[in-house]
């Protein structure tokens, strides 16, 4: 089994930066695939960012270019690196491992994150 564990969010002003970090327990860090998603109230829950076990990296069209993803496999970290911020980003952040099958998906508590105009 593996937990997440999600911190870095808070209140910022449109254009401002945030950086969120998920920090896993468990041995399974450095063959799972990571993701990020968010949902906001009354939305479905979408897929933000993603890296695979190798680094490559994928995100959504609405934070292509503002995201980016990273992972740290020696601290067991995910990052989502997040610029220009809009109010449209605020929303729960959470982060996902996916590790190779059987071993289930293991999602974090989520993150708070509100942008304001």
């Known amino acids: 089994q593996v937990q997440l564990v999600e911190s870095g969010g808070g209140l910022v002003q449109a254009g401002g930066s945030l950086r969120l970090s998920c920090t896993a327990s468990?041995?399974?860090?450095?063959?799972?695939?990571l993701e990020w998603f968010r949902q906001a109230p009354g939305k479905q829950r979408e897929l933000v960012a993603s890296?695979?076990?190798?680094?490559?990296?994928n995100y959504a069209d609405s934070v292509k270019g503002r995201f980016a993803i990273s992972r740290d496999n020696a601290k067991n970290t995910v990052y989502l690196q997040m610029n220009s911020l809009k109010p449209e980003d605020t929303a729960v952040y959470y982060c996902?491992?996916?590790?190779?099958?059987?071993?289930?998906?293991?999602w974090g508590q989520g993150t708070q994150v509100t942008v304001s105009s």
């Open positions: 468990g041995s399974r860090f450095s063959i799972s695939a």
């Open positions: 996902s491992g996916n590790p190779p099958p059987p071993l289930p998906r293991a």
């Open positions: 890296i695979t076990s190798g680094g490559s990296t």
